[in-house]
């Protein structure tokens, strides 16, 4: 089964990092983008970066750059996403998602997505 | 960065009607090799958000029929032909031609 599972909810307090997971099964994650796009509460969809295919290296977007982090782990097709010097403003729904990876212009579209990882920032 | 405006933000429908939203981008997201990089998400009430159309008007794998896509360059549609009650959530369109990708701001659509 084609499927992105995310780990769990997490409590952080502002200043101190998170780590989210999200381990890929049914595909092989070395064919897709992983990106990660992230919802407030009550607000929209923000995308915050993409892991690539091939190399797995990452491309953030401007605002993410400073204090974000994706890594990949294709011997446990596990994508990572840690965000570090957390904000109250973080606090959000974080979901992966992946995208066919022949190329950035396929005909393809973030077509399974994770179940969401609800991060809190609060002192 | 590419701006993407949605009209309207709120979409009350009676069930059996039809449905528009409105997508433009301010810049064109047609690509030399002939296609439109326009997404539309579906993400229902507690859920994670799910694919409908991708390049403009290409129905996701098990998307009813009743939806459809179109447009091209800067101004594109997602129509409902007959509303139904698991319609309801927020739709967004999406840009993936460059980065960052950016989406708008969402048109909630609930039944009258």
């Known amino acids: 089964q084609v499927q992105l599972v995310q780990s769990g909810a997490e409590v952080k307090k502002p200043g101190a990092s998170v780590k989210v997971s999200c381990k890929a099964s049914?595909?092989?994650?070395?064919?897709?983008?992983i990106h990660w796009v992230r919802q407030a509460p009550g607000q929209g969809l923000e995308w915050m970066g993409v892991v690539t295919p091939t190399s797995g290296s990452p491309s953030l977007a401007q605002k993410f750059q400073v204090r974000v982090t994706m890594t990949r782990d294709t011997s446990t097709s596990t994508v990572y996403m840690e965000f570090s010097s957390l904000r109250s403003e973080d606090t959000a729904v974080y979901y992966c998602?992946?995208?066919?990876?022949?190329?950035?212009?396929?005909?393809?579209?973030?077509?399974?997505w994770g179940q969401g990882t609800a991060v809190s920032v609060s002192s | 960065d590419i701006v993407m405006t949605q009209s309207p933000l709120s979409l009350p429908v009676t069930p059996g009607e039809p449905a528009s939203i409105s997508c433009r981008s301010s810049q064109s997201l047609l690509h030399t090799n002939g296609n439109n990089y326009l997404d539309w998400y579906l993400q229902r009430p507690g859920q994670s958000p799910q694919l409908l159309i991708y390049l403009g008007s290409t129905r996701a794998s098990g998307v009813p029929d009743r939806f459809s896509g179109s447009g091209s360059g800067t101004d594109f549609t997602l129509k409902i032909s007959r509303v139904e009650a698991e319609d309801v959530g927020v739709y967004y369109c999406?840009?993936?031609?460059?980065?960052?990708?950016?989406f708008g701001q969402g048109t909630r659509l609930e039944i009258k």
């Open positions: 998602a992946r995208r066919e990876g022949s190329s950035w212009y396929s005909h393809s579209a973030m077509d399974v």
């Open positions: 049914g595909f092989t994650i070395s064919d897709y983008y």
């Open positions: 999406m840009q993936p031609l460059q980065t960052p990708i950016t």
